[in-house]
């Protein structure tokens, strides 16, 4: 019986459509939690800021051990593709994708370009994936409304650049089961470079039918299903899965995903996502973007700069906010206007600075791409020096978690911001890193020139406030 994969497109999907806002910690525990389920393939979102997203590919794909990892790459950017491979080639099983629409209207209006132009640029992406990687994907956004001969033209165009896996996607969502069948079936006659790859599916749930036509696109033979561990507007990995387990011999096909880890993990997935959804508007993790809503300058007053503090969830005291407002001072005197960002320093900078009940004193990380990160970290208290060991997701993940077994307790990592502060080899790496702890946020700020101990500081900067307002 032959295997259909399924590929998981929550984070990648999520961040298309603003649905989620996911953490950094959380999107490398979906990542594990989908490699122990089973996907076949974990597809996540590319880079738009190369510094913080190459961070996040790398810290993913040396988690995820089983699963291909799928990152997708820009169309005429030959930059884009490399530095998305220099990330992501690293993991056991990286895939490179291409993807691009192919209606008409989405080709003029989206990326403003002619058929044959379109055609020429895949193929160029396609060619420049195939050089680096041999699992290389296109992707065929919005296909159902394409020409069926420009759509034929355009995939053989790809498979003989060096795509394995071709997708057609019905983006609209507005076909029901028979019709999408009967598309594939057209689609694989007129097409036949299709023979030689493997054919996946993607479909929009516009019709409440996303689920019904993958399993229509089974049953005539396609090997690849793209879905969603999370209720999204796609096919439903738990609801695929679980046909392709109960009917297999109906469909002629079964899936990795294990069934008896299914419920357990989605349901652990899905409260992920519901904690993402609830904060879709924080700042998420080192990938953040700027809250564009946030720009102070020399005319704002104490009360306008404590309610932008206020919206990137810090609750200031009176004493707080005057001292985070003589420091905006300072830095507004200097440059016309401060955003969020730099806020989030200034407040870590400024706000409840209080005696350091925890003093860093050392910490060991070893780190590799063949054994797990382990991080021991001592730390005083007092006169006591406390000392823990841990494994992690990655040297900043471990080093966090022996920060926590030495605290006694575990908070909520809200966002972990990076930012280089000079320049050249040597250059200080400022980290800015924001805990929950009964509702509220804390920030904490560590500066180094060694990336892993910026952030170890910020983290002890934040636990030491958190305790400091705990025992008064």
């Not at 988690?63 to 220099?86: G, M, Q, T």
């Not at 033979?221 to 439903?236: F, R, T």
Request: contains cysteine.
């Amino acid at each position: 019986m032959r295997e259909v994969r399924v590929s998981d497109v929550t984070m990648k999907q999520a961040a298309s459509t603003k649905e989620l806002s996911l953490t950094f910690k959380e999107k490398l525990e979906m990542a594990k939690l989908l490699d122990r389920l089973g996907a076949s393939v974990v597809e996540i979102e590319g880079i738009e800021k190369p510094k913080v997203d190459s961070l996040r590919i790398k810290s993913i794909a040396s988690i995820v051990k089983n699963s291909v990892l799928a990152v997708p790459v820009k169309l005429d950017d030959e930059a884009n593709i490399e530095a998305v491979w220099a990330a992501l080639k690293d993991a056991p099983h990286a895939r490179l994708q291409v993807q691009a629409s192919v209606s008409p209207a989405q080709m003029e209006y989206i990326y403003r370009k002619k058929a044959d132009g379109m055609a020429d640029s895949i193929e160029a992406a396609v060619a420049k994936c195939a050089q680096l990687t041999d699992d290389v994907e296109f992707i065929a956004e919005d296909a159902t409304r394409a020409d069926q001969a420009f759509l034929s033209q355009v995939i053989t165009k790809a498979v003989a650049a060096g795509a394995k896996t071709v997708t057609v996607a019905d983006a609209a969502g507005l076909m029901l089961p028979k019709e999408f069948s009967q598309f594939l079936t057209d689609l694989r006659e007129a097409t036949p470079a299709l023979q030689d790859v493997a054919l996946g599916v993607s479909c929009a749930n516009t019709l409440y039918m996303a689920d019904a036509c993958a399993v229509a696109a089974v049953i005539i033979g396609v090997d690849e299903i793209k879905a969603a561990s999370y209720d999204l507007d796609v096919v439903s990995m738990e609801k695929i899965s679980k046909i392709l387990a109960d009917k297999s011999d109906v469909c002629q096909a079964r899936c990795s995903v294990r069934a008896t880890e299914l419920k357990r993990i989605s349901s652990q997935i899905a409260w992920i996502c519901e904690s993402g959804a609830a904060t879709a508007a924080s700042v998420v993790a080192s990938a953040a973007e700027p809250d564009a809503s946030i720009e102070l300058t020399a005319q704002d007053t104490l009360e306008t700069v404590s309610a932008a503090a206020a919206k990137l969830g810090y609750d200031l005291s009176a004493e707080d906010a005057v001292s985070v407002f003589e420091a905006f001072q300072r830095i507004v005197a200097k440059k016309d206007v401060v955003g969020s960002r730099e806020l989030d320093a200034i407040v870590a900078s400024a706000a409840l600075q209080v005696p350091a009940t925890y003093v860093l004193d050392n910490y060991i990380i070893n780190s590799g791409n063949t054994i797990r990160a382990t991080a021991r970290v001592q730390i005083n208290k007092g006169e006591e020096e406390l000392e823990a060991v841990s494994v992690g997701d990655g040297p900043i993940d471990a080093a966090f978690h022996a920060i926590e077994q030495i605290a006694g307790s575990h908070y909520e990592l809200d966002d972990f911001q990076i930012q280089s502060v000079t320049e050249g080899q040597e250059a200080m790496g400022e980290t800015i890193i924001k805990l929950v702890s009964d509702g509220k946020v804390y920030s904490g700020r560590g500066i180094s020139t060694d990336i892993v101990g910026s952030a170890i500081r910020a983290y002890v900067n934040a636990l030491n406030k958190i305790v400091y307002e705990e025992q008064n």
